[in-house]
């Protein structure tokens, strides 16, 4: 059960680092409006999926702040890695 658990939040984090990173190449807006829509949701729903995501949304208002542009990649790629890398399913010691 927890290598089943272990590789569905890997795969759920790579897969929101991914729409992530292609948002920022592609369309910079689907951010900003994923952003709007998180913070219209009421004060529960936002700490539950806040905790559930919290990497991601961590990303997503670092990137909504006024830092500048490199300072806010250098955090965003950084925290994507870090996540990826801390998810990443392994091998259960006996």
């Known amino acids: 059960m927890n290598k089943i658990v272990s590789v569905a939040a890997f795969a759920i984090f790579t897969v929101l ?11 910079r ?15 529960i729903i936002q700490v539950v999926v806040g905790l559930l995501v919290l990497p991601v949304t961590l ?5 909504e702040s006024s830092w500048s542009l490199w300072l806010r990649l250098v955090l965003v790629i950084s925290l994507a ?11 259960q010691k006996a």
């Open 29 to 43: 807006s689907i951010l900003d409006s994923v952003w709007q829509s998180f913070r219209g949701f009421p004060a």
């Open 81 to 91: 890695l870090t996540t990826v890398i801390v998810f990443f399913p392994r091998r």
């Open 17 to 27: 680092w991914i729409a992530f990173g292609a948002a920022l190449i592609f369309d």
């Open 59 to 63: 990303g997503l208002w670092i990137w």
